[in-house]
Structure formats: C-alpha cells, structure tokens
C-alpha cells in the first residue's frame, strides 16, 4: 500500500473524551483482543475450574450492562447531549424485540425443542453486543477526536507483531502446552471443528496451498479468521492515522502500517485481504485522492505477482481460489445450500441458537454457517434479516454522509472508518459469520452509535438558517 500522506483542512480544535468512553475504549479495544488467549490460559494452562472460567469470561457482558447503566443515569439526569430517536434507534429495537419475542415463543408456539442454553447463546452471539449502540449513541465525542482511529493502530500493531512471531516460532504442541487445544474442546464445546488434526486445534489453523497444508496465524484470537475480522475495522483506521496526517508520517509508522499488513497476510484469509485492500483504495477515493486509489491497486497487483513467484504453490493457490476448487469453497456451497433450505422451509425462523456455533455446543448439527446473512435469516426469519440489512444499510448511508459534511480532520476520518467497516461487513459475511469476532463487533456498535449521533448532530448544524 501507498504511504503518501493525504492532506486535509485545518483542525478547529482538540476534543479529549471523557473518562467513561475513555474506559470503554481500554476494555473493547486493549483487553478483549486478550479475551480468548486469557480464558484459554485459565481453563487449558492453569487448570481452573470451568464454572469459574465462564464467570471471568463474562466480564465483557457485564460491561455492556454497566456501560448501558451509565446511559440510563445520564439521561434520565440531563446530562446527555440531548437527539431525538433515530432511524436506526427504532430499527435496533425492533430487532432487538423479535430476538426476544424469538426465544419466549420458539418452543411453546413453534415447538422448536431448543435447548436453553443454545437459545442464549444465539440471543449473546447474534444481538445481544448491539446494545452497544446505544452506548455509543451516548459518546458522540468519540467521532470528535482520533482516540478511536489512534488506539486501533497501535492495538493493530500489536496482535499483528504476535501473529507474525507465532507464525515463526509457534509450533502447534506449543498451542496444545498453552491449553488452546483444551480451550476449544472441553470449554467450548466444539470438538467438530478439531476433528481433522491429531493435535486437536481447530481446523483453520491450516490451509492446502499447492498441496502442502500450510498453517494460518491466529495471534492472541487463537484462530485464523477470529485474528483477520478485526481487520475490517481495524485497517480502515490504521489507514485513516497513517496515511491522512503529514506531520505525524515517521519512518516508524510507515514501518508498523507494514507490519499490520504482514499480520493481516500470515493469517492467510483470503476474502478479509482483498476487502481490506477495497477499503485502503476507498478511503483515498473518500479524501478526494483517486490518483492514490489508482496507485494502491497497481501495488497491490505488483505484491501478488512478486509474491506468487517466490512463494511455491501460491499460483496454484490463487486459481484454486478463483476456481472455487478449495476445501473451504466446497464446505462455503455445502454450508449455504443447507441454510438456504432450512430459510425457505421456514421464513420466520427456526429461532435462535439453531446456526453457527451454538448447537455445537448441545450436539446439535447447526441449520446455517459461514454466512451472515443466513445465520440471521435461518434464526429469525424475512423480518429478523430485513431489520438487519436495514440497520447496517442505514448506518452506512449516514456514515458516507457524515464524511463530506464534516468540519474537522478527526471527524471526517471516524465518519470514513464506520463507513468502510461496514461495507466490510457487508461483503465479508457472505462467507463468514462476522460479528463471531467479539473484538470486531463490539467496537463497530460502540463506534457506529458515535456516528449516529455525530452524524445528526452535523446534518442539524447544516440545516440550521445562517
């Protein structure tokens, strides 16, 4: 990628947010990368008991609640910057709702015999972290400063240096010695997704290049794709800090924007790269820079050609994977066909916990994986996956909005990382499941409920006579 700097009008002024988003910036961004490797340690490593386990695990829950404490306090005492109900205020909640009225009703009206257990877990997995929307709606400062865009950066650095040293020095008996393979079978319960290895890891540790199996980096996610979703929320800002400020341009932040796309590569997901790649040449395009956008993608090209002639099999690789001829192609058709079935069967849903990982962990075969928008579908049926699709669609718009009518540097750069995050998760959940990334889809909702509220507040301004 292209490191020339961008440059943007004036800043009015230097916004430093308050403690509260300060704290929740610290938790969803600094400690929940940790969360997977910290749990696995606990339970695989050090040998606690599981029931304690998953009450440290909780911790992040609780925080949603806590944090939506603080709202209901703060807006029931005035001190919120006061916006009406919003769009996607009123589309969250009723999704919210049909989750809710899903797990009261699947059983005594629709019979579907889910476990309980399973039915929670599919109500934490699929809604339950957008609450924090509604946290965010409350921290329109975040869009103010670039907090967010600066500590995505460094945290990117970060697990992109661990994936890179793993890829290196980390052999899988290292990862069975550190308790992931504990973590995963006995904690988790997803044995299915160890089966095909004698170290019992999960299955997406390696990957057939050439017919060599080649192993991914998981970093401190502990899987490949659970390392690369961040990245559709963590590359646009890394870009946005890097690439979009002059002064702040060193050797070394040139040298770390490489060496987080270097953690992105050793995790070898292939559609989360590309997305990436859309994003970076987006956001020139958004700063007015097509002639960058044009650079961006002939570098890419000339990095793919260097890289398929040093690297043995990866042409083979690459036309396996145009082809549709690799294994996670096969399982990718395998997966959709049986979704789509199971949504057409039933089009107002089968209830929740009944796709993804959650049966699994009841010894039920999942109706749905590997595509978002049948994970939602399958579980909560036309009007689940309209309300959806709209919220998402909805806080695109507003965020693309907000890129051209912001009047500072630091907004215009937020307002552009939560447009290009969710164009992200549009394209990246017709293979992937993306907000099975905790880190991923908690920052996104906290961050997109920021710019829903920014967003309004700026389109009032610009209305406004005079």
């Known amino acids: 990628m292209t490191t020339t700097a961008l440059r943007f009008p004036a800043t009015v002024g230097r916004v430093r947010p308050p403690s509260v988003s300060r704290v929740a910036l610290i938790m969803f961004l600094w400690i929940l990368p940790f969360h997977s490797l910290g749990i696995a340690l606990a339970f695989g490593y050090f040998g606690m008991s599981a029931g304690l386990v998953r009450v440290m695990a909780a911790w992040k829950e609780t925080a949603i609640v806590v944090l939506l404490l603080w709202v209901a306090v703060r807006t029931t005492s005035g001190r919120r910057r006061g916006t009406p ?39 934490r997995d699929a809604v339950f972290f957008m609450l924090l929307y509604y946290v965010g709606r409350a921290m329109p400062e975040l869009a103010e400063s670039d907090i967010v865009i600066k500590h995505s950066y460094y945290i990117a650095l970060i697990v992109s240096v661990i994936g890179i040293l793993e890829r290196i020095f980390v052999t899988p ?34 990957t057939d ?42 050797v070394w932040l040139r040298f770390g924007y490489a060496l987080i796309w270097g953690g992105l590569l050793v995790s070898i997901t292939r559609v989360t ?18 002639e960058w956008a044009l650079g961006s993608v002939v570098a890419a090209i000339g ?35 049986e979704g789509a079935i199971a949504f057409f069967e039933q089009p107002w849903g089968h209830g929740l916990g009944t796709t993804d990982a959650a049966p699994l962990r009841f010894l039920r075969l999942p109706l749905s994986a590997d595509n978002m928008y049948l994970s939602y579908g399958v579980q909560l049926g036309v009007l689940g996956l309209a309300a959806f699709i709209g919220l998402l669609s909805t806080m695109l718009i507003k965020a693309w909005r907000g890129v051209w009518i912001a009047p500072t540097d630091e907004e215009r750069r937020f307002f552009a990382v939560v447009a290009l995050a969710t164009l992200g998760i549009f394209m990246n959940g017709v293979t992937s499941v993306v907000f099975s990334s905790n880190m991923f889809a908690y920052v996104y909702f906290l961050c997109a409920g920021a710019a829903m509220t920014a967003a309004y507040q700026l389109s009032r301004v610009a209305r406004a006579p005079g």
Not at 193 to 203: Q, S
Not at 312 to 323: E, K, N, Q, Y
């Open 85 to 123: 109900v919003l769009v996607t205020d009123a589309i969250l909640a009723a999704l919210l709702g049909l989750a809710v009225v899903s797990m009261i009703a699947a059983d005594p009206i629709l019979h579907a015999g889910i476990p309980v257990g399973a039915q929670f877990y599919g109500f």
């Open 173 to 206: 008996d290292t990862l069975v010695l550190l308790g992931v393979a504990s973590y995963v079978n006995d904690f988790l319960g997803l044995a299915s997704y160890t089966a095909n290895n004698e170290w019992g890891l999960p299955a997406n540790y390696w």
């Open 209 to 250: 290049m050439g017919g060599v199996a080649v192993r991914r980096s998981g970093s401190v996610f502990l899987h490949s794709q659970g390392f690369a979703l961040p990245f559709l929320f963590l590359m646009p800002a890394a870009s946005a800090w890097v690439l979009s400020q002059k002064e702040r341009r060193g």
């Open 273 to 290: 790269t590309v997305i990436c790649i859309v994003q970076v040449i987006l956001f020139y395009l958004m700063m007015r820079r097509p």
């Open 303 to 337: 990095a793919v050609a260097v890289t398929v002639l040093v690297v043995p099999g990866l042409l083979h690789f690459v036309w396996a994977t145009l082809s549709w001829q690799t294994g996670s192609s096969t399982t990718h058709l395998k997966d959709w066909g």
